[in-house]
């Protein structure tokens, strides 16, 4: 393997910028739970027999949290079920060694302190239906519906995908909310995560204490400037076979309920 004009030495060490969550630092053990293409995914003991998942992934895709950035297009050759360690500023993974350096990505969503333009993000959601249109047209109605209130974990593993389409709405409906600062009308307990995939548990999890993808990030950071949200929704339409416009159909609602309590409460963002 090869990182420019550098051959790499696979006895040695590499580094590469890690955004850690948290919940994910300090000594943990773990083992390999999935391996893709462009991504590996491990599964690290979180106390309390809970889990925590990280995720070591190819330049080009874009930053989640509790993820480290690989520096070549080829990830290391890796078995399931092969032992890792992490601390504070190490991966040990089948043996090899990765120094972690802080990534300049948080994870975190900055305030929208204007009111979005909507009209784009509106437009993108009428164009690319939900993963649940799959789904009898009753009970896709009737999980969107509860999406505002505390039934909406009940819903939780609904639709189609290795995260399923509810989950992604769930997501970016509370992305939103994050940015907006406003107190989510639901919790998410790891009881209501038994339900779902590993994968999506994990991004629910993330989710619930804060933490999002960039995809995320960016288009309510751009929503949040009133710019052209073109690009942004582009990249998001990108994330998964319905991800990308599951999860911008939970920006939208989000961004509706959210400033529908500002309303309410007779408060204007700042």
């Known amino acids: 393997?090869?990182?420019?004009?550098?051959?790499?030495?696979?006895?040695?060490?590499?580094?590469?910028?890690?955004?850690?969550?948290?919940?994910?630092?300090?000594?943990?053990?773990?083992?390999?739970?999935?391996?893709?293409?462009?991504?590996?995914?491990?599964?690290?003991?979180?106390?309390?027999?809970?889990?925590?998942?990280?995720?070591?992934?190819?330049?080009?895709?874009?930053?989640?949290?509790?993820?480290?950035?690989?520096?070549?297009?080829?990830?290391?050759?890796?078995?399931?079920?092969?032992?890792?360690?992490?601390?504070?500023?190490?991966?040990?993974?089948?043996?090899?060694?990765?120094?972690?350096?802080?990534?300049?990505?948080?994870?975190?969503?900055?305030?929208?302190?204007?009111?979005?333009?909507?009209?784009?993000?509106?437009?993108?959601?009428?164009?690319?239906?939900?993963?649940l249109t799959l789904l009898p047209k009753g009970r896709m109605e009737t999980a969107m519906r509860n999406l505002t209130c505390g039934e909406a974990v009940c819903f939780i593993g609904l639709g189609p995908g290795l995260t399923p389409s509810y989950d992604d709405i769930l997501v970016g409906f509370l992305a939103a909310l994050a940015a907006l600062e406003k107190k989510p009308p639901f919790s998410i307990t790891e009881e209501a995560l038994q339900r779902t995939t590993d994968v999506s548990a994990r991004y629910l999890r993330l989710a619930w204490e804060g933490y999002f993808g960039q995809v995320l990030t960016d288009l309510l950071r751009i929503l949040g400037k009133r710019e052209n949200t073109e690009a942004a929704l582009r990249n998001l339409a990108r994330i998964g076979a319905t991800s990308g416009r599951d999860m911008a159909r939970g920006v939208l609602e989000g961004i509706r309920f959210g400033m529908n309590t500002l309303s309410v409460n007779g408060s204007q963002t700042g």
């Open 1 to 131: 393997m090869r990182i420019g004009a550098e051959t790499v030495n696979l006895n040695r060490q590499t580094e590469c910028p890690a955004c850690l969550t948290p919940a994910m630092r300090g000594g943990r053990r773990g083992r390999v739970h999935s391996v893709f293409a462009r991504t590996v995914n491990v599964m690290f003991e979180a106390g309390e027999g809970k889990e925590r998942m990280l995720s070591l992934f190819t330049p080009g895709l874009p930053w989640v949290p509790d993820a480290v950035r690989w520096p070549e297009t080829s990830l290391p050759r890796v078995e399931i079920g092969v032992p890792c360690r992490l601390t504070e500023n190490e991966l040990t993974l089948d043996g090899r060694k990765i120094l972690l350096t802080e990534s300049v990505f948080s994870g975190r969503c900055g305030r929208l302190r204007n009111v979005p333009e909507l009209r784009e993000l509106e437009r993108f959601c009428g164009n690319n239906p939900t993963g």
